[in-house]
């Protein structure tokens, strides 16, 4: 079994960080890529950014390019979103995926195991 455990998410003032956090626990985070999607209110869920097992490949969307960082620590199991330059239309349930390959993209359809979200709330 395969569990994703997202933290960090809180209440941040407009231009201000946060730092996502996404603790893989059981069988095979290893040789995964891994990705970080959001979903606000009314709206449908869209894909942030996504690292590769080596860390060597990622990609972000265009609205979070230069403001976010997504890294890991494969010896913690652990995925990171670093926020920097918060918006208001940052605000969403922010939710951890594992890919079920080891260089994952901006397709959903690429991932197996998703966390149970972690709310970001920007304040402007």
């Known amino acids: 079994q395969v569990q994703l455990v997202e933290s960090g998410g809180g209440l941040v003032q407009a231009g201000g960080s946060l730092r996502l956090s996404c603790a893989v626990r059981?069988?095979?985070?290893?040789?995964?890529?891994m990705g970080w999607f959001r979903q606000a209110p009314g709206k449908e869920r869209e894909f942030v950014a996504t690292i590769s097992w080596s860390g060597d490949s990622v990609h972000y969307a265009d609205s979070v390019k230069g403001r976010f960082t997504i890294s890991r620590d494969n010896a913690e199991n652990t995925v990171y979103l670093q926020m920097n330059s918060l918006k208001p239309e940052d605000a969403a349930v922010y939710y951890c995926?594992?890919?079920?390959?080891?260089?994952?993209?901006?397709?959903?359809?690429?991932?197996?195991?998703w966390g149970q979200g972690t709310q970001v709330t920007v304040s402007s």
């Open positions: 995926a594992r890919g079920a390959i080891s260089v994952t993209g901006p397709d959903p359809r690429e991932y197996d195991y």
């Open positions: 059981g069988r095979t985070y290893a040789l995964r890529g």
